[in-house]
Protein backbone atom coordinates (compact mmCIF):
# COMPACT_ATOMS: atom_id res chain seq x y z
CA UNK A 1 0.00 0.00 0.00
CA UNK A 2 1.50 3.04 -0.78
CA UNK A 3 1.22 6.28 1.57
CA UNK A 4 1.55 9.83 0.99
CA UNK A 5 2.34 12.53 3.92
CA UNK A 6 1.83 16.01 3.92
CA UNK A 7 3.69 17.43 7.28
CA UNK A 8 2.39 20.93 6.99
CA UNK A 9 -1.35 21.03 8.50
CA UNK A 10 -1.49 24.92 7.57
CA UNK A 11 0.18 27.46 5.78
CA UNK A 12 -0.45 31.07 5.74
CA UNK A 13 1.23 33.57 3.07
CA UNK A 14 0.92 37.09 1.68
CA UNK A 15 -0.64 37.58 -1.56
CA UNK A 16 2.12 37.82 -4.03
CA UNK A 17 4.36 35.62 -2.46
CA UNK A 18 5.65 32.41 -2.90
CA UNK A 19 4.54 29.40 -0.97
CA UNK A 20 5.71 25.84 -1.04
CA UNK A 21 4.19 22.37 0.36
CA UNK A 22 5.81 19.33 1.08
CA UNK A 23 4.70 15.97 -0.16
CA UNK A 24 6.53 12.79 0.37
CA UNK A 25 5.12 9.13 -0.64
CA UNK A 26 6.26 5.39 0.11
CA UNK A 27 6.23 3.01 -2.47
CA UNK A 28 7.74 0.49 -4.23
CA UNK A 29 6.41 0.82 -7.83
CA UNK A 30 8.07 2.32 -10.51
CA UNK A 31 5.64 3.82 -12.86
CA UNK A 32 2.76 5.86 -10.77
CA UNK A 33 1.39 9.46 -11.29
CA UNK A 34 1.51 12.12 -8.54
CA UNK A 35 -1.17 15.36 -8.16
CA UNK A 36 -2.02 17.85 -6.76
CA UNK A 37 -5.44 18.74 -6.05
CA UNK A 38 -7.34 21.82 -4.54
CA UNK A 39 -10.11 21.97 -2.65
CA UNK A 40 -11.73 25.61 -1.61
CA UNK A 41 -13.85 26.43 1.24
CA UNK A 42 -17.47 24.38 0.58
CA UNK A 43 -15.98 23.72 -2.84
CA UNK A 44 -15.36 20.81 -5.13
CA UNK A 45 -11.67 19.60 -5.43
CA UNK A 46 -10.07 20.30 -8.26
CA UNK A 47 -6.78 19.58 -10.07
CA UNK A 48 -3.78 21.56 -9.88
CA UNK A 49 -0.85 19.80 -11.28
CA UNK A 50 0.11 16.15 -12.65
CA UNK A 51 3.62 14.60 -12.56
CA UNK A 52 4.49 11.02 -14.06
CA UNK A 53 6.86 9.55 -12.42
CA UNK A 54 8.79 8.35 -15.90
CA UNK A 55 9.65 12.29 -17.11
CA UNK A 56 12.55 13.73 -14.96
CA UNK A 57 11.21 17.39 -16.08
CA UNK A 58 9.02 19.22 -13.21
CA UNK A 59 5.71 20.00 -14.20
CA UNK A 60 4.50 23.63 -14.55
CA UNK A 61 0.93 24.74 -15.30
CA UNK A 62 0.47 29.05 -14.85
CA UNK A 63 1.70 29.87 -10.98
CA UNK A 64 1.88 26.42 -10.21
CA UNK A 65 4.98 24.06 -10.33
CA UNK A 66 6.18 20.88 -8.68
CA UNK A 67 9.79 19.85 -7.25
CA UNK A 68 9.93 15.82 -8.09
CA UNK A 69 12.29 14.51 -6.69
CA UNK A 70 11.68 10.55 -7.37
CA UNK A 71 14.76 8.89 -5.28
CA UNK A 72 13.83 11.10 -2.27
CA UNK A 73 9.82 10.32 -3.37
CA UNK A 74 9.47 13.80 -2.57
CA UNK A 75 6.78 15.67 -4.44
CA UNK A 76 7.11 19.47 -3.50
CA UNK A 77 4.05 22.34 -4.92
CA UNK A 78 5.53 25.81 -5.75
CA UNK A 79 2.53 28.71 -5.55
CA UNK A 80 4.11 31.72 -7.21
CA UNK A 81 2.48 34.98 -7.09
CA UNK A 82 -0.05 33.86 -4.70
CA UNK A 83 -3.61 35.62 -5.00
CA UNK A 84 -6.46 35.07 -2.77
CA UNK A 85 -8.38 32.62 -4.44
CA UNK A 86 -5.90 30.00 -3.87
CA UNK A 87 -6.88 29.90 -0.51
CA UNK A 88 -7.98 26.12 -0.20
CA UNK A 89 -7.09 22.93 0.87
CA UNK A 90 -4.35 21.63 -1.16
CA UNK A 91 -4.02 17.34 -1.03
CA UNK A 92 -1.24 15.80 -2.59
CA UNK A 93 -2.13 12.43 -4.26
CA UNK A 94 -0.48 9.19 -5.12
CA UNK A 95 -1.71 6.60 -8.37
CA UNK A 96 -0.89 3.51 -9.01
CA UNK A 97 -0.82 2.88 -12.50
CA UNK A 98 -2.47 -0.88 -11.81
CA UNK A 99 -5.09 0.02 -10.14
CA UNK A 100 -5.82 3.84 -10.81
CA UNK A 101 -6.90 4.09 -7.19
CA UNK A 102 -5.93 7.54 -5.47
CA UNK A 103 -3.94 7.76 -2.10
CA UNK A 104 -4.19 11.49 -0.45
CA UNK A 105 -2.21 13.01 2.02
CA UNK A 106 -4.09 14.67 5.04
CA UNK A 107 -3.81 17.85 3.38
CA UNK A 108 -1.75 21.31 4.03
CA UNK A 109 -4.34 24.58 4.54
CA UNK A 110 -3.58 27.12 2.72
CA UNK A 111 -4.38 30.43 3.50
CA UNK A 112 -3.47 33.76 1.37
CA UNK A 113 -3.56 37.05 3.49
CA UNK A 114 -4.43 40.46 1.57
CA UNK B 1 -19.15 19.62 -21.36
CA UNK B 2 -21.03 19.43 -17.95
CA UNK B 3 -18.93 18.13 -15.23
CA UNK B 4 -19.51 15.31 -12.58
CA UNK B 5 -22.81 15.79 -10.55
CA UNK B 6 -23.59 14.05 -7.36
CA UNK B 7 -27.21 14.28 -5.65
CA UNK B 8 -28.61 14.80 -3.43
CA UNK B 9 -25.96 17.26 -2.27
CA UNK B 10 -26.83 17.05 1.47
CA UNK B 11 -28.39 14.17 3.33
CA UNK B 12 -29.29 13.63 7.14
CA UNK B 13 -30.24 10.22 7.78
CA UNK B 14 -30.54 8.17 11.09
CA UNK B 15 -28.58 5.47 12.87
CA UNK B 16 -29.49 1.68 11.48
CA UNK B 17 -31.21 3.84 7.95
CA UNK B 18 -30.09 2.98 4.75
CA UNK B 19 -28.71 5.52 2.14
CA UNK B 20 -28.05 5.58 -1.47
CA UNK B 21 -26.26 8.35 -3.28
CA UNK B 22 -25.95 8.84 -6.96
CA UNK B 23 -23.22 10.09 -9.10
CA UNK B 24 -23.38 11.26 -13.36
CA UNK B 25 -19.87 11.34 -14.49
CA UNK B 26 -18.90 13.47 -17.49
CA UNK B 27 -20.22 12.55 -20.31
CA UNK B 28 -17.97 10.22 -22.12
CA UNK B 29 -16.09 9.04 -19.23
CA UNK B 30 -16.93 5.42 -18.15
CA UNK B 31 -14.91 5.05 -14.74
CA UNK B 32 -16.31 6.22 -11.65
CA UNK B 33 -14.41 5.97 -8.44
CA UNK B 34 -15.80 6.99 -4.89
CA UNK B 35 -14.27 8.30 -1.77
CA UNK B 36 -15.04 9.24 1.62
CA UNK B 37 -13.42 12.47 3.04
CA UNK B 38 -13.96 12.69 6.82
CA UNK B 39 -12.00 14.89 9.47
CA UNK B 40 -10.45 12.36 11.06
CA UNK B 41 -9.58 9.41 8.10
CA UNK B 42 -8.95 12.43 5.24
CA UNK B 43 -10.02 11.41 1.75
CA UNK B 44 -10.16 7.35 1.70
CA UNK B 45 -10.74 5.02 -1.36
CA UNK B 46 -14.16 3.13 -1.60
CA UNK B 47 -14.44 1.37 -4.57
CA UNK B 48 -14.29 1.83 -8.86
CA UNK B 49 -16.46 0.65 -11.16
CA UNK B 50 -15.47 0.98 -14.60
CA UNK B 51 -18.27 -0.22 -17.42
CA UNK B 52 -20.63 -1.69 -15.45
CA UNK B 53 -18.15 -3.90 -12.97
CA UNK B 54 -15.97 -3.20 -9.77
CA UNK B 55 -12.61 -2.65 -10.49
CA UNK B 56 -11.34 -2.24 -7.08
CA UNK B 57 -12.36 -1.64 -3.81
CA UNK B 58 -11.17 -0.09 -0.77
CA UNK B 59 -10.94 -1.66 2.90
CA UNK B 60 -14.37 -0.62 3.64
CA UNK B 61 -17.21 -3.24 5.03
CA UNK B 62 -19.60 -5.06 3.25
CA UNK B 63 -22.38 -2.48 4.33
CA UNK B 64 -20.72 -0.14 1.53
CA UNK B 65 -21.56 -1.50 -1.51
CA UNK B 66 -22.53 0.35 -5.55
CA UNK B 67 -23.36 -0.44 -9.15
CA UNK B 68 -23.03 1.42 -12.06
CA UNK B 69 -24.98 1.11 -14.67
CA UNK B 70 -25.07 0.87 -18.45
CA UNK B 71 -25.28 4.48 -19.07
CA UNK B 72 -22.15 4.87 -16.38
CA UNK B 73 -24.31 6.69 -13.84
CA UNK B 74 -23.11 5.17 -10.93
CA UNK B 75 -24.74 4.45 -7.40
CA UNK B 76 -23.23 3.94 -3.83
CA UNK B 77 -25.03 2.42 -0.83
CA UNK B 78 -24.78 1.90 2.66
CA UNK B 79 -26.58 0.12 4.76
CA UNK B 80 -27.34 -0.13 8.65
CA UNK B 81 -25.77 3.68 9.11
CA UNK B 82 -23.52 4.40 11.61
CA UNK B 83 -22.69 7.91 13.64
CA UNK B 84 -19.08 6.90 12.07
CA UNK B 85 -20.17 7.07 8.26
CA UNK B 86 -20.67 10.75 8.05
CA UNK B 87 -18.71 12.18 6.01
CA UNK B 88 -18.50 14.12 2.69
CA UNK B 89 -18.99 11.49 -0.18
CA UNK B 90 -17.32 12.76 -3.28
CA UNK B 91 -16.96 11.53 -6.50
CA UNK B 92 -14.83 10.97 -9.92
CA UNK B 93 -15.05 10.16 -13.05
CA UNK B 94 -12.25 9.58 -15.95
CA UNK B 95 -12.07 8.60 -19.42
CA UNK B 96 -8.26 7.21 -20.85
CA UNK B 97 -5.86 9.37 -18.83
CA UNK B 98 -5.39 9.19 -15.17
CA UNK B 99 -6.51 12.23 -14.66
CA UNK B 100 -10.16 12.22 -12.24
CA UNK B 101 -12.68 14.93 -11.98
CA UNK B 102 -14.46 15.26 -8.90
CA UNK B 103 -18.04 15.94 -8.27
CA UNK B 104 -19.43 18.49 -5.61
CA UNK B 105 -19.66 15.48 -2.88
CA UNK B 106 -23.00 14.45 -1.41
CA UNK B 107 -22.38 15.57 2.73
CA UNK B 108 -24.08 12.82 4.85
CA UNK B 109 -25.04 13.32 8.66
CA UNK B 110 -26.19 10.32 10.70
CA UNK B 111 -27.70 11.12 14.03
Known amino acids: AQTVTQSQPEMSVQEAETVTLSCTYD???????LFWYKQPPSRQMILVIR??????QNATENRFSVNFQKAAKSFSLKISDSQLGDTAMYFC???????????FGAGTTVTVRA | KAGVTQTPRYLIKTRGQQVTLSCSPI?????VSWYQQTPGQGLQFLFE???????NKGNFPGRFSGRQFSNSRSEMNVSTLELGDSALYLC??????????FGPGTRLTVT
Open chain 1, 51 to 56: QEAYKQ
Open chain 1, 27 to 33: TSENNYY
Open chain 2, 27 to 31: SGHRS
Open chain 1, 93 to 103: AFMNLNDYKLS
Open chain 2, 49 to 55: YFSETQR
Open chain 2, 92 to 101: ASRQSSYEQY
